[in-house]
């Protein structure tokens, strides 16, 4: 049996209080991002519903995906959407040793800067597994790590929609960072779940904007 919180808990991000787990705010601003992307037709779709709402989100995108789909990745900036590191290759980060984790970041940061003409400081590990060696090191190059508060599980093929649904709505709050996946994988989760989660978002006076 998988297990995984999908409300982060409060114990978690006191623990590990250097992580960003979430912003609060009084102004019912959530952050909706994306992980293991860009992937065609499924980015686009992302790309699609969310505009309908004009809704910005962060795509922690990896590295590899951004070489073989460029002009989808140029999409997802011209879009407005804020672009972040997730690994050039999907690492976990308790599997890898330092040096081959960090080499991997800087190479999607490359893959990042050649489009952006500059560098992206937002940092999520793959799996949200990482070293506390690996993560000092990247909060010394200037990198936040940014974790979330609401995890909507689209990626566990395991679960029917409606569960990943109510995993988003039933805990969702202002500052919330809500994870979704725009991957081949997560597909069937989040084609029913996302235009749902943005419609209710949008009724109950939500706004959704870029992590900086």
């Keep these: 049996m998988k297990f ?13 209080s250097n992580y960003v787990w979430d912003l609060p705010n009084h ?3 959530v952050y909706l991002t994306f992980d293991d992307g860009p992937t065609p037709e499924i980015t686009d779709w992302t790309l699609e519903a969310l505009e309908k709402y004009d809704f910005k989100a962060t ?4 590295g590899n995906n951004i070489q073989k789909n460029p ?11 804020a672009v972040a590191n997730h690994t050039f290759n999907h690492l976990n980060g308790w599997e890898t040793n330092n040096q081959k984790y960090l080499e991997n970041i800087s190479l999607c940061e490359d893959e990042i800067a050649s489009f952006k003409h500059q560098s992206s400081k937002l940092f999520r590990p793959p799996y949200g597994k990482i070293r506390s060696k690996q993560a000092n090191e990247i909060r010394n190059r200037g990198y936040k790590i940014i974790m979330w508060d609401v995890l909507s599980a689209d990626f566990d093929t395991t679960i029917p929609p409606e569960k990943c649904l109510e995993n988003v709505i039933t805990n969702v709050q202002s500052g919330s960072v809500i994870v979704f996946h725009d991957s081949v994988k997560a597909f069937k989760n989040l084609s029913y779940t996302l235009p749902i989660v943005l419609d209710f978002l949008d009724k109950n006076g939500f706004q959704c904007k870029t992590i900086a």
């Design 4 to 16: 995984y919180w999908v409300k982060t808990h409060w114990l978690i991000k006191k623990w590990f």
């Design 27 to 29: 102004e019912k601003i």
């Design 59 to 62: 795509f922690f995108c990896i």
């Design 71 to 81: 002009t989808l990745f140029q999409k997802i900036i011209e879009s407005g959407h």
